[in-house]
Nanobody, 122 residues
């Protein structure tokens, strides 16, 4: 069974930093795009940043120049370095990944983590 497990959330003051990690485990052949989403209370879930297997990245305008997404393909892990955090970054952050589970698998299986809370407050 495939799982995505996030870690690294918490409470931080405005201007501070946090680093989130998300590790994929289970019977996985390959992982394509990995991404971070977030959902604030009363708002829709939104894409924060994504990274392809080859390392190409994209970011939401609201986090450009403050957040950095990276991945370690050997560890099936994606990271989100968040700097200069603002109160509006407060949300539950979810990891997302598209995977092939075996050689010849023609379906991209999409998995989500359970979410980790990030609270930015003084």
């Amino acid at each position: 069974q495939v799982q995505l497990v996030e870690s690294g959330g918490g409470l931080v003051q405005p201007g501070g930093s946090l680093r989130l990690a998300c590790a994929a485990s289970g019977s996985i052949f390959s992982i394509n795009t990995m991404a971070w989403y977030r959902q604030a209370p009363g708002k829709q879930r939104e894409l924060v940043a994504g990274i392809t297997k080859g390392g190409s990245t994209n970011y939401a305008d609201s986090v450009k120049d403050r957040f950095t997404i990276s991945r370690d393909n050997a560890k099936n892990t994606v990271y989100l370095q968040m700097n200069s955090l603002k109160p509006e970054d407060t949300a539950v952050y979810y990891c997302n990944a598209g995977m092939r589970l075996y050689w010849g698998d023609r379906i991209e299986h999409v998995y989500w983590g359970q979410g980790t809370q990030v609270t930015v407050s003084s």
